[in-house]
C-alpha cells in the first residue's frame, strides 16, 4: 500500500486510472471494516520495516563500555544553531576534551569530571555523546597547545652576512617526524633551550 493511499483512502490518480470507469462508494460498517483492516495492514508493515532496519543497524552496532577512571571525547551538539560548550560553526570539532569518567550512573550513562568553564553544563552524559580516548596526551594544555622539545639536531649549515655568520641547525622536534624538521638558528636555540 502506498503512503498516499493510506493517507487518503484512495490510490493516486495517474493516466493509467483515468480510463476507469465507475465509482466504488463505500458507506457505513463496510467502510469502518475497511479502514480498521487498513491501519492493520500498515502497522503490519511498519513494525515488519522497523525489525529490518533495527537488525542492520545491529549489525553494525557495537556496545560501548568505559571504566571508572579512563579518558573519553565529549560529542558537540550536532545540530545548527546550538552553542553547547562554547564551540559553533562547521570548522568547530567534533568532540571537546578528554574528560576523565568519575562513576557509571546507569547501564548507558556516565558522570565526567568537567573544568570549571563548563560547570553550567550537566555532567552526566549517554554512551553515544562518548568516544573514548585512546592515549591521553598529558602535554597538551587547556588551551590546545604544548610546550615542543628539541629531541636531536639533524643537520648544520652557515650563512654569512655582510657583517656576521649566522649558524642555522636543523632541528627534529618532539611528536614530529624527521621529515618534519625545521632550521633553527643558534640564538633561538641558546636562548629558548639552554
Given at each position: 500500500?502506498?503512503?498516499?493511499e ?13 480510463s ?16 480498521e ?10 513494525k ?41 560553526g ?9 574528560f ?11 558522570r565526567?569530571?568537567l ?17 573514548k ?16 622539545q ?14 656576521r655568520?649566522i ?5 627534529q ?14 640564538e633561538?636555540l ?5
Open positions: 500500500m502506498a503512503p498516499f493510506a493517507l487518503y483512502g484512495r490510490r493516486c490518480r495517474t493516466p493509467l486510472n483515468w476507469e470507469l465507475g465509482k466504488r462508494v463505500t458507506f457505513g460498517p463496510d467502510l469502518v471494516t475497511q479502514a483492516e487498513q491501519v492493520k495492514f500498515i502497522h503490519s508493515n511498519l515488519r520495516a522497523q525489525s529490518r532496519q533495527k537488525s542492520y543497524s545491529d549489525k553494525r552496532r557495537r556496545p560501548l563500555v568505559f571504566e571508572k577512571d579512563d579518558h573519553v571525547y565529549l560529542k558537540v551538539s550536532p545540530m545548527k544553531g546550538v552553542h553547547r560548550f562554547g564551540v559553533k562547521k570548522l568547530a570539532p567534533r568532540y571537546v576534551g578528554p576523565k569518567i568519575t562513576e557509571q550512573c546507569g547501564p548507558v550513562a556516565y565526567l569530571e573544568p570549571p568553564h563548563l560547570a553550567a553544563v550537566h555532567d552526566v552524559f549517554h554512551v553515544s555523546q562518548l568516544k580516548c585512546l592515549r591521553v596526551p598529558e602535554e597538551i594544555q587547556p588551551d590546545l597547545t604544548y610546550q615542543e628539541p629531541i636531536k639536531i639533524l643537520d648544520q649549515k652557515q650563512r654569512s652576512t655582510r657583517r655568520t649558524n642555522f641547525y636543523k632541528v622536534w618532539s611528536n614530529h617526524t624527521e621529515e618534519e624538521a625545521t632550521w633553527e638558528q643558534e633561538f641558546q636562548t629558548k633551550y639552554p
